[in-house]
Structure formats: structure tokens, C-alpha cells
């Protein structure tokens, strides 16, 4: 009983570097998110899915792309990494539009030199 | 924007009630929601309170909302040292595509012995 899966748990990367943060999840959920959460901020949303297919940009999506080619699958790219963009980030999904149960992963650290 | 607000750490003696407040922004809420991190893991769904209500109990757990004031509060009744976590509460903002959710900066509960 899986839920959601996150890949790496942690990464060190350098500055301008580009890395990939998987998220996998086994519950046919049709929507998916990605948060970053800060010391003092809360979690704030960068980018979700309300499909395959497709990707909508939340409060903070400078700096980041995201894929959903597959239903179970939603990525989280960095492609040239800022110090400002160390974080834990969380990715969650959901099985309805109006359904505020999110499922979280356990979070990938990420520190960017 | 949405805004939610909560103080950022509670400590309480074991058997004692916990009392975690926050304050929100967004009158259009259809549901405030309570979720729980447990140390190095992703956020989990704790309760969640529908807006036509003033009052929800779910075993030592209850939760009250002041529409008037967008003030919603956690009780946690007879405390225990496994209640030690971040308490987030968050609000849900409907958009046309998806339910997105708005959290707090979360409350770190102490619990001593």
C-alpha cells in the first residue's frame, strides 16, 4: 500500500544544475500537486494536474516545470537551480475537484548550494 | 490573496487540552481543513469542518469555527506525547478546475511529560 511516492528523499545540487524530483502514485487519483514548504511559510503550491495531460501553475512557479504524461506519474523539474529553490518539497494528490483530502508523500529535501 | 495565519508553537503537559487557533481570509471556504505532520513525513488529513457548521467532535478531537470572526480553532482533548507534530490548518479555494488548498504556517505541538 504505496499512497504516494517521492524520488530522490534527498539531493544536494550546486547552482544552475538541473535535476528531476519524481512523484508516483498507485491510487488513480486524477489530481496531483507540488508544494515546497519553507520554515515560517507553510506549504505553498507551485504547480498541479487536474489530468493526464495537463499542468496549471499555483502560487510560486517561477523556476520550475512539470510533466503529467501518465495518470500515476507527475514531475517536477529544476531546470537551472537557485539557492532560493532549497526546500522540502511535497507532492500530494486527490480524487475529486472538491476533495481537500490530500495524500502526501514524505517529502524530498532539496538543497541547492 | 487567501491569507491563513496560526501561531507557530504550543506546548502543553501531557493530559492536558491543546488549543491550536488560526485565523483565515477567504469567506467563500467551503471547507476548513485540519492536517497533522509527524516528523519527517508528508501531511495527513486530521478533520476538516464543513463552513454551515459551528462545531464538529470526532473523539478527542474538536473542531469550532467562527464564520463571523474566520477564526477556527483545534481542540485536542487528554494530550499525549504521540500528538507531538505540526498542526496545519489550511482553506480550499474552488477554482473552476480544481480544489486547491491554502495552509497556514503551522503550529509545532510540544507535548512534556
Known amino acids: 500500500n504505496a499512497g504516494v511516492t517521492q524520488t530522490p528523499k534527498f539531493r544536494v545540487l550546486k547552482t544552475g544544475q538541473s535535476m528531476t524530483l519524481l512523484c508516483a502514485q498507485d491510487m488513480n487519483h486524477e489530481y496531483m500537486y507540488w508544494y515546497r514548504q519553507d520554515p515560517g511559510m507553510g506549504l505553498r503550491l507551485i504547480h498541479y494536474s487536474v489530468g493526464e495531460g495537463t499542468t496549471a501553475k499555483g502560487e510560486v512557479p517561477d523556476g520550475y516545470n512539470v510533466s503529467r504524461l501518465k495518470k500515476q506519474n507527475f514531475l517536477l523539474g529544476l531546470e537551472s537551480a537557485a539557492p532560493s529553490q532549497t526546500s522540502v518539497y511535497f507532492c500530494a494528490s486527490s480524487y475529486s475537484r472538491l476533495a481537500g483530502e490530500l495524500f502526501f508523500g514524505e517529502g524530498s529535501r532539496l538543497t541547492v548550494l | 490573496g487567501e491569507d491563513v495565519e496560526q501561531s507557530l508553537f504550543l506546548s502543553v503537559r501531557e493530559g492536558d487540552s491543546s488549543v491550536i487557533n488560526c485565523t483565515y481570509t477567504d469567506s467563500s471556504s467551503t471547507y476548513l481543513y485540519w492536517y497533522k505532520q509527524e516528523p519527517g513525513a508528508g501531511l495527513q488529513l486530521l478533520t476538516y469542518i464543513f463552513s454551515n457548521m459551528d462545531m464538529k467532535q470526532d473523539q478527542r478531537l474538536t473542531v469550532l469555527l467562527n464564520k463571523k470572526d474566520k477564526h477556527l480553532s483545534l481542540r485536542i482533548a487528554d494530550t499525549q506525547t504521540g500528538d507531538s507534530a505540526i498542526y496545519f490548518c489550511?482553506?480550499?479555494?474552488?477554482?473552476?478546475?480544481?480544489?486547491?488548498?491554502?495552509f497556514g504556517t503551522g503550529t509545532r505541538l510540544q507535548v512534556t511529560l
Open positions: 489550511a482553506e480550499s479555494e474552488n477554482t473552476g478546475t480544481a480544489s486547491k488548498l491554502t
